[in-house]
Structures are given as C-alpha cells and as structure tokens.
C-alpha cells in the first residue's frame, strides 16, 4: 500500500513474514510496529509482549529499553509513513554509527498509544562482518555517543514529563555507551593511555557519571574506567588480553 516503510542496514539481511506485519499494523492503525521474535521482546522487555498486539506508549517502551538495556533492530520496525513525515523525523547525516539507535528513540518520543509488538519468527544475519573495522580504528565509534546526547537534549527540550527519560539517558545508557566505544576499542588492540586521552580531550569523560539509575554492574565499570583504566577488563575478555 506504501504506507508502511522499513529501515534496513546494509551490513544485515533479516528473514521475517513483512506481509504478517503489514497485515497487522494496518489492521491496529499502528503508527510503530515492531515484529520481533517473542523471546528477543521478553528478554529485553518483560512485559510489553502479549499473544496478540496490544498499543503501547512510546515514552514507556524507551524507558524500558535505557533502563534494561538491549536494542531494537530497525529491520525489524515497520514506520507509518504519515507519521514519520508529520513528525518531520528523519535520519541524521552527521555520524556514521549510532544513527538508527537516536532515530528509533526519536520516534519514541513522538508516538503515543499506537506502537505495537508482534512476536513472529525474525532472524537477523550479518552479511559482512568487518564492516566499520576501519572506522573503529579512528574512534568513530564515539558518534554513537554524540548521537544518543542528542537525544538527551531532546528529551530535556520535551518538557518535565521526560524527567526520568533523561535520568536513565545521563545514568544508564549514556555511560554505558561511552564504556561499550572503549571496550571495542580495547579488543581492537588500541593501547589504554590512547583511549583515555581521547575520552578526556572530547568531553567523554563528563558522561561517566552515575545515579540512582544506574545499575551496579555499570556503576563498578565506571569507577575502575575513572580511577585506574589501565584495570578495566571489557566483557568476555581474560585479564591480559588487552593491550
């Protein structure tokens, strides 16, 4: 009908049923549908999956999604065309990662009780595995981090009603995002002093902080990243495996 638009990353290819999907965010006037795998929704959103699609409030499912973690795959989101194009939401062309993570969170923050999750079969299979690599050695990572402070902004220029969606952005994901850019760096063979001296010098440094938000795994990561990095250990590594 072209009504109904899909996002879909050229490093990933995903097997889904689209036309279940359209079927059903025509027939629920969803403005959001999200056709993830049921145990996908569950692990990262207890609570937001019932048997049969059911609204939910945009402002809710993003702060589940900062307060528990995880990501939403666009490839797997159907967009009301109507909607994107009154809301004049619309991908940035200033960074090269990060950007379909501030857009789903740019369109969550304008929907209201009409996104929907629908759990059906959808795999997600990269295509090419090294794509970015050359990137990550020149600490573009980090534009994930200018993108999601982006949406802290907007979120602060929404009203006081966001107050805890800013919370979780400045206490959780935020942090946590900074940290992830180090981690990948680490395990890409980039040296501690190198990494630091680039976290300070861009103000990163600034967005490791915590609240009561903060859950207390991220909390200890930050402490070890600030008070002796040359410590940190990123996740699934053996102590020694990083330069």
Same mark, same amino acid.
């Given at each position: ?34 056709? &993830? !795998?049921? *145990?996908? /929704? ?5 609570? %937001? ?7 939910? =409030? ?13 990501? &939403? !795959?666009? *490839?797997? /989101? ?5 909607? %994107? ?7 940035? =062309? ?13 369109? &969550? ?135």
């Amino acid at each position: 009908s072209g009504r109904y638009l899909v996002f879909i990353r050229p490093s990933e290819f995903y097997r889904a049923p689209f036309a279940k999907w359209l079927e059903e965010a025509q027939k629920f006037g969803a403005e959001i549908f999200y056709g &993830l !795998p049921a *145990g996908q /929704v569950k692990e990262l959103e207890s609570g %937001l999956m019932e048997k049969q699609p059911v609204p939910q =409030e945009g402002c809710q499912v993003m702060a589940d999604i900062l307060s528990k973690g995880g990501e &939403l !795959p666009i *490839g797997c /989101v159907l967009f009301h065309k109507d909607f %994107l194009i009154k809301n004049r939401l619309t991908f940035s =062309e200033d960074y090269s990662c990060g950007y379909q993570e501030a857009f789903l969170y740019q369109c &969550l923050l304008y929907v209201r009780e009409r996104i929907y999750f629908g759990g059906y079969d959808c795999r997600r299979e990269p295509l090419y595995q090294n794509l970015g690599d050359s990137r990550i050695k020149e600490f573009a990572c980090f534009e994930r981090v200018d993108a999601l402070a982006e949406i802290r902004d907007m979120m602060k220029n929404c009203g006081a009603g966001n107050k805890k969606l800013v919370e979780l952005m400045e206490h959780q994901r935020l942090p946590s995002a900074v940290l992830e850019c180090v981690e990948t760096l680490l395990k890409s063979g980039r040296g501690y002093n190198a990494i630091s001296r680039y976290v300070q010098k861009h103000g990163y440094y600034q967005l490791l902080k915590s609240g009561h938000s903060t859950g207390s795994s991220l909390r200890k990561k930050i402490f070890v990243w600030k008070k002796l990095p040359w410590m940190y250990q990123p996740s699934g590594t053996k102590k020694g495996e990083t330069k």
